[in-house]
């Protein structure tokens, strides 16, 4: 049975949090905390589910702030790759495979916002995006660790992905709460670029 969905966004900086369960075992995995942890937790209360996993797509803080309060709550198990989070109890790297109920979710190292962005592909085609890409837009590479010409190939490798592969962003920064590969193909300047020289002449405006 398909594992479900919440997202649930923070009031602070946008961020969106995902509640991930399997409908029938109840057993759940929060992605990226943030600032909603009381929050998931009710939902999750509500849902009658067990936490069985927290997953940061990378360590930024505004994505990692709930870690703690959603693991003291329910004993969940931290994932994350160990490039962004040295102290997570399951190590992640590029192929690594969650079980969540009776699905299995895929890692994608999708290094560029940070050494150790992460992305997490669901069976049904649902890709956790945290700050890789955003609908409309994609994450800085700026930032201490951040690197323009690995976001670029990780985006590059995303984009190849089937067009109706849903993205679930890690922010609130496009017209759409969700989209899919195809409508970022369409509408994402930054998936739209010739080439390397030309994304980082865009994204390092
Ligand atoms: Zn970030």
Aim: charged residues 20%.
């Amino acid at each position: 049975m398909s594992l479900q969905i919440v997202q649930i966004k923070s009031t602070a900086g946008g961020n969106f949090s995902y509640l991930v369960f399997c409908p029938r075992t109840r057993e759940g995995m929060v992605i990226d905390p943030s600032f909603a942890a009381a929050d998931v937790l009710n939902r999750a209360t509500g849902e009658n589910l067990r936490i069985l996993l927290v997953a940061d797509t990378h360590g930024h803080r505004d994505h990692t702030a709930g870690n703690r309060r959603i693991i003291e709550a329910s004993a969940a198990l931290l994932a994350a790759s160990p490039l962004d989070v040295p102290h997570a109890d399951i190590p992640l790297l590029e192929g690594s495979v969650l079980r969540l109920g009776e699905e299995t979710i895929r890692v994608l190292h999708t290094p560029g916002h940070s050494p150790g962005s992460l992305c997490f592909l669901l069976s049904s085609g649902d890709l956790f995006t945290g700050d890789t890409l955003f609908v409309t837009k994609v994450g800085r590479a700026d930032l201490p660790g951040g690197n323009p010409a690995d976001l670029y190939r990780s985006l590059q490798r995303l984009a190849a992905l089937p067009e109706a592969t849903r993205i679930h962003p890690g922010h609130d920064y496009g017209p759409l709460p969700t989209s899919t590969i195809a409508y970022e193909k369409e509408h994402n300047p930054y998936l739209r670029c010739a080439d390397l020289e030309e994304f980082i002449r865009l994204r390092m405006a």
